[in-house]
T-cell receptor, first 110, second 115 residues
């Protein structure tokens, strides 16, 4: 089945550093979502993007809908220990269903 | 503010046993979904229900059945559990019928081990 490629798969960063991750697909999507999953919990929606080129922020998080509609990017500024978790992208088109990426596992070193 | 509630949270089954995973949402959402999450595989769609009274197969439906009991509840049944079904199962719901209606709200998951 189709899945999105997320990069990097995992990363260790120092507290206070900025983080960048991306998601790419061979298919075009008209919606991109970014989720965060804490250990033992379900994913929680962080940001939703609905238009190519759109740049949206949620606190220290900023996400962009790529111009080609085949990719999306998430940046976290000034990371803190509670940013640890797995970040998933999801692409959607048409009705009902999203395709999820394989996740980027983030660990923040205090 | 319950959102999406899944039961049970943990379950251990023997190969060949059956069980039903329960999911209920209190947000009056139309669409509901069952996903499984395996290490390195992300989230894969098992079945979904676009609206009350309808269900459709997702990417990995083999070995599972679902029931959309009413607008609130969507259950997932394993008729004869296999070790390959060891996974974390997530139920999700969404308000609308198109992806433009917003993202999913997920439950906290059921961790299933089949021995």
């Amino acid at each position: 089945g189709q899945q999105l490629n997320q990069s990097p798969q995992s990363m260790f960063i120092q507290e206070g550093e900025d983080v960048s991750m991306n998601c790419t697909s061979s298919s075009i999507f008209n919606t991109w979502l970014w989720y965060k999953q804490d250990p033992g919990e379900g994913p929680v929606l962080l940001i939703a993007l609905y238009k190519a080129g759109e740049l949206t922020s949620n606190g220290r998080l900023t996400a962009q809908f790529g111009i080609t509609r085949k990719d999306s990017f998430l940046n976290i500024s000034a990371s803190i220990p509670s940013d640890v978790g797995i970040y998933f992208c999801a692409g959607g088109s048409g009705t009902y269903k999203y395709i999820f990426g394989t996740g980027t596992r983030l660990k923040v070193l205090a | 503010n319950a959102g999406v509630t899944q039961t049970p949270k943990f379950q251990v089954l023997k190969t060949g046993q059956s069980m039903t995973l329960q999911c209920a949402q209190d947000m009056n959402h139309n669409s509901m979904y069952w996903y499984r999450q395996d290490p390195g595989m992300g989230l894969r769609l098992i079945y979904y229900s676009a609206s009350e009274g309808t269900t459709d197969k997702g990417e990995v439906p083999n070995g599972y059945n679902v029931s959309r009991l009413n607008k609130r509840e969507f259950s997932l049944r394993l008729e004869s559990a296999a070790p390959s079904q060891t996974s974390v199962y997530f139920c999700a719901s969404s308000a609308g019928r198109t992806v433009q209606s917003g993202g999913y709200t997920f439950g906290s998951g059921t961790r299933l081990t089949v021995v």
